[in-house]
């Protein structure tokens, strides 16, 4: 079942500028938070180097981009979150996904390649793999998409005909085509299942109590 969005709904789900999980999310893994760290704290001192061997008005411009790189670990991942929000805030059209898990299903991906030397000394391709689930949507007109995230161990819950929810998005008015999905949420489990966390969950759960309750 799918029940569209009022007008300023969407906006009060995907905010413009990144949550706090929305900021954990973009923040990354270790390896890239110290690439992070790395080029703010690398590219801070060099331009502030910069700056205190400059003299006149063009000095506080490198002082500026200076205190910006020095601060790239904060702003850095709240500009990629928000990024991804914009690409489902763009939708002209958004609704509520009321629906079933039509199919549970896994997969391995390769996350990262390097090249090792063995004990012989030759180099060898390493592959760093990881486990994905593939969740298939359905309702009562059929199939609407899939949501796919890496895999964790409360996961396993997840079958097939549980009820979960999550917004579709489209640039038709009549949602004869479905564009993207957001993540979505499992009340039976309470689980929510996702790449990453397009939605602001409370607000979401209570909008779904309030425009869902009458389906049983």
């Known amino acids: 079942m799918l029940v569209p969005l009022r007008p300023g709904e969407l906006n009060k789900l995907i905010p413009a500028v990144a949550s706090s999980d929305q900021f954990r999310s973009a923040l990354g893994n270790p390896q890239k938070i110290l690439q992070r760290v790395m080029i703010s704290s690398i590219g801070?001192?060099?331009?502030?180097l910069i700056y205190g061997s400059q003299v006149g008005s063009s000095s506080s411009i490198w002082l500026v981009i200076?205190?910006?790189?020095?601060?790239?670990?904060l702003w850095?991942?709240?500009l990629e979150a928000s990024q991804m929000n914009a690409q489902l805030r763009r939708y002209p059209s958004a609704?509520?996904?009321d629906g079933n898990i039509r199919d549970v299903f896994t997969k391995e991906r390769v996350e990262k390649r390097?090249?090792?030397?063995?004990?012989?000394?030759?180099?060898?391709?390493?592959?760093?793999?990881?486990?994905?689930?593939?969740?298939?949507?359905?309702?009562?007109?059929g199939y609407l998409g899939k949501i796919s995230f890496p895999m964790?161990?409360?996961?396993?819950?997840?079958?097939?005909?549980?009820?979960i929810r999550c917004l579709a998005l489209s640039h038709r008015k009549d949602f004869s085509r479905i564009d993207d999905l957001s993540d979505a949420w499992i009340p039976s489990h309470r689980i929510w299942i996702g790449e990453y966390p397009f939605l602001l969950r409370p607000a979401f759960e209570e909008l779904c109590s309030l425009r869902l309750t009458s389906r049983n």
């Open 44 to 48: 801070g001192i060099i331009t502030l």
């Open 76 to 78: 850095g991942p709240i």
């Open 152 to 163: 964790d161990k409360k996961h396993q819950l997840i079958r097939e005909g549980l009820r």
């Open 95 to 97: 609704a509520l996904f």
């Open 66 to 73: 200076g205190v910006c790189l020095l601060l790239y670990l």
């Open 114 to 141: 390097h090249e090792q030397a063995n004990k012989l000394g030759q180099l060898e391709l390493v592959e760093s793999r990881r486990t994905w689930m593939i969740v298939e949507l359905e309702d009562e007109d």
